[in-house]
């Protein structure tokens, strides 16, 4: 089976994604304006999909209204204090929702709207107008630190702490729990609700991994708009379609899969080089010269100090990386090192003095998501594949 719309959308996104890992190797940024043409692209043919599919006008208000909130939740975790706050962006936001689980189906049955779906909406509601009502009231230029606001007595209780962090997890709940009741409630035309329930939460828990620093922005981005762009296969696949047909679930499994190539390489380079590091570093970085640190790539893994005029030094365990990676302190870029060196001069003589440095290897993951794309297309998802496999399946 060939869907079309969605093979011009997937070759939208396959010459995206080659545009963005050559700006990711070149630069180390995928600026955001890159997505642009692919999600124009993408989001109208899924739409025309949506439309020939079910002709449920409804469904395809839901599908807006899915991504205008992750849009409207960068907005607001992104926005420039210093222009005026877009009431219109938010009044859309609240619109789309309502007029999918609500006014259409009511004009197009003549029954009263989705009595179960008031709470929800409600609460969608609430969620977004509170968190908009914040960002509103900040003063201009406020990007304080929690560590800086708490030391100015500026810091929330910790109830409006958490709900401002956490708010969008709710938001994704809500959608995903409104599309599964009109997929049970519509019948056979209800069956695409699915789609959007799934990319409620494959998009919503990469879009909290990015806001956590625990996952690239352009890589997060990048999963994110291909379950826009393309919420099933376009084409059967050589090794069949996985049950629930859910492209970038595959997208994401494939390039977990091909991303081992790259630390069991590593491994074996460090091997044949003679580099010693506990175990598990040695698959995920190797040394460089203290003294051109800044010409590499990657994330210092070792923390440095200087006692009686002798360097000392330790590799990062995995939970202080993980915690710095959150707070987005103490975590050492070589592309930082090489673009404000005036920032770090002691951990530059530090590295200078300590001759050798390890540092993780820096293969932009949109590289294996690209790769992991093109391979879900052609051959399917390789797990699934796997365990049918060894489970006696044909």
Request: charged share 15%; with cysteine; hydrophobic share 50%.
């Amino acid at each position: 089976m060939i869907f079309y719309p969605i093979v011009v959308s997937a070759v939208a996104v396959l010459a995206t994604l080659i545009y963005a890992s050559y700006l990711d190797i070149k630069d180390r940024r995928v600026p955001f304006k890159t997505w642009y043409p692919m999600l124009v692209v993408g989001i109208t043919a899924t739409i025309v999909l949506f439309y020939q599919q079910t002709g449920n006008i409804s469904l395809i208000f839901g599908y807006l209204a899915l991504i205008a909130s992750f849009f409207y939740a960068d907005y607001l975790d992104n926005r420039d204090t210093e222009t005026p706050f877009r009431f219109s962006y938010l009044a859309a936001v609240l619109a789309l929702p309502a007029v999918s689980w609500f006014i259409i189906p009511a004009l197009s049955t003549g029954k009263l709207p989705e009595l179960q779906l008031i709470p929800w909406y409600v609460m969608f509601v609430g969620l977004f107008a509170y968190v908009s009502y914040r960002e509103y009231k900040k003063r201009p230029g406020q990007k304080l630190k929690a560590k800086q606001l708490k030391k100015d007595g500026l810091m929330d209780s910790n109830v409006e702490n958490v709900l401002t962090r956490w708010y969008f997890v709710l938001v994704i709940v809500i959608l995903a729990i409104a599309s599964i009741y009109m997929f049970i409630n519509e019948g056979p035309l209800g069956a695409t609700w699915i789609y959007i329930a799934l990319a409620a939460l494959f998009c919503g828990v990469f879009y909290v991994f990015g806001q956590m620093h625990l996952f690239g922005g352009a890589d997060a981005w990048a999963l994110i708009f291909i379950a826009f762009c393309i919420p099933t296969f376009p084409i059967t696949p050589l090794l069949n379609t996985p049950p629930l047909g859910f492209l970038s679930f595959s997208v994401l499994i494939n390039a977990l899969i091909l991303n081992l190539v790259a630390p069991v390489g590593i491994f074996i380079i460090n091997i044949v080089k003679g580099n010693h590091a506990p175990f598990q570093y040695m698959f995920f970085g190797f040394p460089v010269k203290g003294e051109k640190i800044q010409q590499s790539w990657g994330f210092v893994m070792e923390d440095f100090v200087e006692k009686n005029g002798k360097i000392e030094r330790k590799f990062i365990g995995f939970w202080d990386s993980l915690r710095r990676m959150r707070s987005d302190e103490g975590r050492i870029y070589t592309k930082d090192l090489r673009e404000h060196p005036e920032e770090f001069e002691k951990e530059l003589g530090l590295y200078r003095k300590a001759g050798t440095v390890w540092i993780s290897y820096a293969v932009p993951f949109i590289l294996p998501i690209t790769a992991g794309f093109i391979s879900a297309i052609v051959c399917g998802d390789f797990l699934f594949s796997l365990i049918r496999l060894l489970s006696g399946g044909v």
